[in-house]
């Protein structure tokens, strides 16, 4: 089936710094890939779409300057954290769909960040 | 806009007992419904889906059944062991816009 691959599982940061998460379609091309946010304990959060080759469509209450999104091929989506702080520190996941196939939207195995 | 009901955990249960976590949705036309579980540190899994009405999704010993008319879609399994202790999360699928809606998780833990 579909893999999507997200790199790197874990990092710690300092404050103020940036961090960038990327997610990789292995074996099908994405046109539209999903950024979601986990808190401790709760659900996922729809942060953004990420669709290739233009703009990301933010969530209400997500800021845009500090969550860059990049989709500059049929493959590759990323995420940076910008100016990282503590409240950043959260399970990041992303998405995509196989739209040749049936099946569902397949979930990276997450990126654990942690500033300090 | 669209939303996931799910049961509040967390649930505790002994091996081999039987297993409901209950499920209902909100949602406009006919979306796909999924079950993703989520083991301690680790990202999310797709356990079963189903895409259409009385469509039954089943997996591993899992399974629901996509009910349209109670805007339902309860996982269960007959026989739970401690290896299916996680969190888990139910979730619609928007096939035209192709976000998901998830509920907020159920954490399972199956004692010995």
């Known amino acids: 089936g579909a893999v999507v691959s997200q790199h790197p599982s874990r990092v710690i940061c300092k404050s103020g710094t940036s961090v960038k998460i990327e997610c990789r379609s292995l074996?099908?091309?994405?046109?539209?890939m999903f950024w979601y946010r986990q808190f401790p304990k709760k659900s996922l959060m729809l942060m953004a779409t990420?669709?290739?080759?233009?703009?990301?469509?933010?969530e209400q209450g997500v800021e845009k300057d500090k969550f860059l999104i990049n989709h500059a091929s049929l493959t590759l989506s990323t995420l940076t954290v910008t100016s990282a702080h503590p409240e950043d520190s959260s399970f990041y996941i992303c998405?995509?769909?196989?739209?040749?196939?049936?099946?569902?939207?397949?979930f990276g195995s997450g990126t654990r960040l942690t500033v300090v | 806009g669209d939303s996931v009901t799910q049961m509040e955990g967390p649930v505790t249960l002994s091996e081999e007992a039987f297993l409901t976590i209950n499920c209902t949705y909100t949602?406009?036309?006919?979306?796909?419904l999924f079950w993703y579980v989520q083991y301690p540190g680790e990202g999310l899994q797709l356990l079963l889906k189903?895409?259409?009405?009385?469509d039954k999704g089943s997996n591993k010993g899992f399974e629901a059944t996509y009910r349209k008319e109670t805007t339902s879609f309860h996982l269960e399994k007959g026989s739970v062991q401690v290896s299916d202790s996680a969190v888990y999360f139910c979730?619609?699928?928007?096939?035209?816009?192709?976000?998901?809606?998830f509920g907020d998780g159920t954490t399972l833990t199956v004692k010995p």
């Open positions: 074996d099908f091309q994405a046109t539209t």
């Open positions: 949602a406009t036309g006919y979306p796909s």
């Open positions: 990420s669709n290739e080759g233009s703009k990301a469509t933010y």
């Open positions: 998405s995509a769909r196989d739209l040749g196939t049936l099946d569902g939207y397949t």
């Open positions: 189903a895409t259409k009405a009385d």
């Open positions: 979730a619609l699928g928007d096939t035209n816009a192709g976000k998901s809606t």
